[in-house]
């Protein structure tokens, strides 16, 4: 064997090293990517990851009556969901550190009883953080039967500690049609099923 040969064998052989020492980095990423995909929006307020905090904490808060900041509240629907959904009030104006509650509608427009999720996102994203919520629909799924409608509640507080630049911040909320479905809303479903079929 001539000495190019080996060089080019060692060569090689340092190739598929550092392609392996690749294809493992980037198998990690991928397990590491959810976690760092959740502290990310848990920083910025991306993808609605708005604070969640108990009804007693509310209570401790001071209200910073010196300033109002307007909250607007939207509401879709993805098109899988045969489900009418809005807010009842569109915007309202609240002092940082106040509690306040208003309430979306849904109504299922389908003849099949249904189980939805929404997910929540705040704009600007920089308000997430301080956007916090003791009550709300999306924190569970919610199921309808066939023409079913019903007002659902939310309660927040905006934290006094919101940048001052910050006088509006969005809440918008988008209903998907439920995937894994709980195991008494899926035994109900399959209970209908069966009723119309005999």
Same mark, same amino acid.
């Given at each position: 064997?001539?000495?190019?040969?080996?060089?080019?064998?060692?060569?090689?052989?340092? =190739?598929?090293?550092?392609?392996?020492?690749?294809?493992?980095?980037?198998?990690?990423?991928?397990?590491?990517?959810?976690?760092?995909?959740?502290?990310?929006?848990?920083? =910025?307020?991306?993808?609605?990851?708005?604070?969640?905090?108990?009804?007693?904490? !509310?209570?401790?808060?001071?209200?910073?009556?010196?300033?109002?900041? !307007?909250?607007?509240?939207?509401? !879709?629907?993805?098109?899988?969901?045969?489900?009418?959904?809005?807010?009842?009030?569109?915007?309202?104006?609240?002092?940082?550190?106040?509690?306040?509650?208003?309430?979306?509608?849904?109504?299922?427009?389908?003849?099949?009883?249904?189980?939805?999720?929404?997910?929540?996102?705040?704009?600007?994203?920089?308000?997430?953080?301080?956007?916090?919520? !003791?009550?709300?629909?999306?924190?569970?799924?919610?199921?309808?039967?066939?023409?079913?409608?019903?007002?659902?509640?939310?309660?927040?507080?905006?934290?006094?500690?919101?940048?001052?630049?910050?006088?509006?911040?969005?809440?918008?909320?988008?209903?998907?049609?439920?995937?894994?479905?709980?195991?008494?809303?899926?035994?109900?479903?399959?209970?209908?099923?069966?009723?119309?079929?005999?």
């Amino acid at each position: 064997m001539s000495m190019q040969e080996e060089r080019r064998r060692q060569a090689n052989r340092r =190739t598929v090293r550092r392609l392996g020492i690749v294809a493992l980095l980037m198998f990690g990423f991928g397990f590491a990517l959810v976690p760092l995909y959740n502290v990310f929006c848990q920083v =910025t307020g991306m993808n609605g990851k708005t604070g969640r905090i108990g009804p007693e904490k !509310t209570l401790i808060g001071r209200v910073d009556e010196s300033r109002l900041v !307007t909250v607007e509240f939207l509401g !879709t629907v993805n098109s899988e969901l045969p489900w009418e959904f809005r807010p009842i009030v569109r915007h309202v104006r609240v002092h940082p550190g106040e509690v306040t509650e208003v309430h979306y509608f849904a109504r299922n427009k389908s003849d099949n009883q249904m189980t939805g999720q929404a997910v929540p996102s705040v704009a600007p994203g920089q308000a997430a953080k301080y956007f916090n919520k !003791t009550e709300c629909f999306c924190f569970t799924q919610q199921t309808l039967a066939a023409g079913e409608a019903r007002e659902m509640p939310i309660r927040f507080v905006v934290a006094p500690a919101l940048p001052d630049e910050v006088v509006r911040v969005s809440l918008s909320y988008t209903f998907y049609q439920a995937r894994n479905v709980a195991p008494a809303a899926r035994a109900a479903t399959e209970g209908d099923k069966l009723e119309s079929i005999m």
